[in-house]
């Protein structure tokens, strides 16, 4: 969706590279979290944050860091990119109501390879 | 430990005949269900989720789901499938006190001409 945006869309990356993956809303949520997609394993959470003061691990948090920069803007960094980090990596934000209801919004999405 | 799952990895309909997409969960308490669809090349969008209340729920583009407690189901259905609607669903589940939702593994919906 508009309204949650990802830079880049496509990256091609050498082991042990340092990258980042950057996502941006317009929708004003405080909460947003990072997920990565690998086929047959459905959407895990790397991290979220709750608002800008707040960072939380996830499920697969080893490997990768966080930073939220501004309650807009909330960016996945790889410190030393791996082959098994090869997946589609997915930005989302959350309603305000902040509840166990709210709905989740999602970027387009990151390929990222890592040869 | 809580889960929801999607028993099949993918469905093939007939364009204009009904599909059905299935899912199941495990969850103490009462759960908060979802329906997610990802289409090609674009990242997920939310379909409905069941909160309480009514059983069916209503959602985008013609779904429904309904959730049935005796069976812990929740299944996605659409009475005339379109080939526009193939892509990727996913079910998903939080309960009290869990903002994040977990994600099933998703089911690849194929709708043939």
């Known amino acids: 969706d508009a309204d949650v945006t990802q830079t880049p869309r496509n990256r091609i990356t050498k082991t042990g590279k340092r990258i980042m993956l950057e996502c941006s809303q317009t929708?004003?949520?405080?909460?947003m979290y990072w997920y990565r997609q690998d086929p047959g394993l459905g959407l895990r959470l790397i991290y979220y944050?709750?608002?800008?003061?707040?960072?939380n691990k996830g499920e697969i948090s080893d490997g990768y860091s966080v930073s939220r920069q501004a309650q807009a803007k909330f960016s996945l960094s790889l410190e030393s990119a791996i082959p098994n980090q090869t997946a589609l990596y997915f930005c989302?934000?959350?309603?305000?109501?902040?509840?166990?209801?709210?709905?989740?919004?999602f970027g387009p999405g990151t390929r990222l390879t890592v040869l | 430990a809580q889960s929801v799952a999607q028993p099949e990895d993918q469905v093939n309909v007939a364009e204009g005949n009904p599909l059905t997409v299935k899912c199941t969960y495990s969850v103490s308490g009462n759960p908060y269900l979802f329906w997610y669809v990802q289409y090609p090349n674009r990242g997920l969008q939310f379909l409905l989720k069941y909160i309480t209340g009514d059983n069916l729920v209503k959602g985008s583009y013609g779904f429904e789901a309904e959730f049935n407690k005796s069976q812990t189901s929740f299944h996605l259905k659409k009475p005339s499938a379109l080939v526009s609607d193939s892509a990727l669903y996913f079910c998903?589940?939080?309960?009290?006190?869990?903002?994040?939702?977990?994600f099933g593994r998703g089911t690849s919906l194929i709708v043939h001409p």
């Open positions: 929708k004003g949520h405080d909460r």
């Open positions: 989302a934000t959350s309603d305000q109501q902040g509840s166990s209801t709210d709905t989740q919004y």
């Open positions: 944050s709750f608002d800008v003061k707040d960072i």
């Open positions: 998903a589940f939080t309960s009290g006190g869990s903002y994040i939702p977990t």
